[in-house]
Structure formats: structure tokens, C-alpha cells
T-cell receptor
Framework: GAVVSQHPSWVICKSGTSVKIECRSL??????MFWYRQFPKQSLMLMATSNEGSKATYEQGVEKDKFLINHASLTLSTLTVTSAHPEDSSFYIC?????????????FGDGTRLSIL | QKEVEQNSGPLSVPEGAIASLNCTYS??????FFWYRQYSGKSPELIMS????GDKEDGRFTAQLNKASQYVSLLIRDSQPSDSATYLCAVNFISGTYKYIFGTGTRLKVLA
């Protein structure tokens, strides 16, 4: 159980392109999803917390107009990197948790490796 | 600023030995603690969670929590080369949100 699917797993595109990444919880309803970014040999950096049916909460320093998050249903959240540039190249990972107690763990998708040329 | 600290390693242990990974955190008011394993180029996978003081065992893994001393540890018994990975400690602080603070991770190498 607790499977999170993330798509696509790998994207290579030109500078200025917008890229959408999907995160789905396959066997549970995720009231809260998270988007992380990870640079090589560094730890996970939380970008934003996404709650179903409401606006995402962005971490300090993360541009909300650059990284658009939509959590339209209890099983789907999307991250759109708008007008991507080479410095946006990174490993993007989503996670999801079931509703309820604070003790519920986050379950991670497989990640999306984004390369902007 | 709440913090979670881990020794970056690498921690090298011989195959079959016990690997001991430690994590300290800065705030006494914390709720839940999690250990994740991350292989190079992959996303983290949940190993264990622990919420109460003491030990919690799951197969070859034992998590230990001491809230008074503000540390949580992970023991891996009978370490295998396949356990070689980065181990991330995550803490959910009581702040009304569900977000974690992650440590930077400890890289474990199990030598065959």
C-alpha cells in the first residue's frame, strides 16, 4: 500500500519551456502533498505544501509564480515549472500523506529529473 | 530555526556488522520521527517511524528515540552491501503543519 506515482521521470527541454509534473497517490487519498527539490549530494529542500482544494503554502525563497502548484483532487497534485531556465535543472520529488493524525508518514514518488538546456 | 543534524559520513561497516546512525534535533516539542533510505539517484523510501521514547524493532532495523536528550538513532543489524545508501532522518515538529525537517543524511557503506 501507500504508493505514490510521479510522472514524468525524466524531462529534457529547452530554456523558456514550461514543464508540468504530476504526482498521484494510487491507493490512498492524500489530503496533503509536498514538493521537494534536491541538488546533487544535498538533502531534500521543501518547496511547498499542497492541500487539496486550497492554495499551496510555499517555503521562504520559493517563487510561487515560477513554481505553480495545483492540488485539484485527493489523489493528484501538479507542479508546473514556468519558463524554465538551466538553473531550474534539478531532481524534483513529491510526497503524499493520508489525512488524519500527525503521525502519518510521507510516502515519496520516484522523482522527476529535470534538465533545461 | 528548528534543525535536524546528522553526520554526513561516510560511515563504513563490514558486512554482517551493526550499523549505527544518529540524528539530533533542536526542539524538544517534536511529534514524530522518521527514517528514510535514499539510494543514489532515487527518491527516499520509508524505513521506520517512531513516536514514543524507547526502541522500536522491524526486522533488521531498530529505531531508538530519546526525547529528553533530543536524539533518534537507527540500528541496522547484519548489514548487507545492499544497505549502502544515504539515510535521512526526518522530524515533524509540532507546529500545526505536517511538514518535515530533514537532516542532510548519513551515507552508509557496507563493505563486502
Amino acid at each position: 500500500g501507500a504508493v505514490v506515482s510521479q510522472h514524468p521521470s525524466w524531462v529534457i527541454c529547452k530554456s523558456g519551456t514550461s514543464v508540468k509534473i504530476e504526482c498521484r497517490s494510487l491507493d490512498f487519498q492524500a489530503t496533503t502533498m509536498f514538493w521537494y527539490r534536491q541538488f546533487p549530494k544535498q538533502s531534500l529542500m521543501l518547496m511547498a505544501t499542497s492541500n487539496e482544494g486550497s492554495k499551496a503554502t510555499y517555503e521562504q525563497g520559493v517563487e510561487k509564480d515560477k513554481f505553480l502548484i495545483n492540488h485539484a483532487s485527493l489523489t493528484l497534485s501538479t507542479l508546473t515549472v514556468t519558463s524554465a531556465h538551466p538553473e531550474d535543472s534539478s531532481f524534483y520529488i513529491c510526497s503524499a500523506r493520508e489525512g488524519g493524525a500527525l503521525n502519518q508518514p510521507q510516502h515519496f514518488g520516484d522523482g522527476t529529473r529535470l534538465s533545461i538546456l | 530555526q528548528k534543525e535536524v543534524e546528522q553526520n554526513s559520513g561516510p560511515l563504513s561497516v563490514p558486512e554482517g556488522a551493526i550499523a549505527s546512525l544518529n540524528c539530533t534535533y533542536s526542539d524538544r516539542v517534536s511529534q514524530s520521527f522518521f527514517w528514510y533510505r535514499q539510494y543514489s539517484g532515487k527518491s527516499p523510501e520509508l524505513i521506520m517511524s517512531i513516536y514514543s521514547n524507547g526502541d522500536k524493532e522491524d526486522g533488521r532495523f531498530t529505531a531508538q528515540l530519546n526525547k529528553a536528550s533530543q536524539y533518534v538513532s537507527l540500528l541496522i543489524r547484519d548489514s548487507q552491501p545492499s544497505d549502502s545508501a544515504t539515510y535521512l532522518c526526518a522530524v515533524n515538529f509540532i507546529s500545526g503543519t505536517y511538514k518535515y525537517i530533514f537532516g542532510t543524511g548519513t551515507r552508509l557503506k557496507v563493505l563486502a
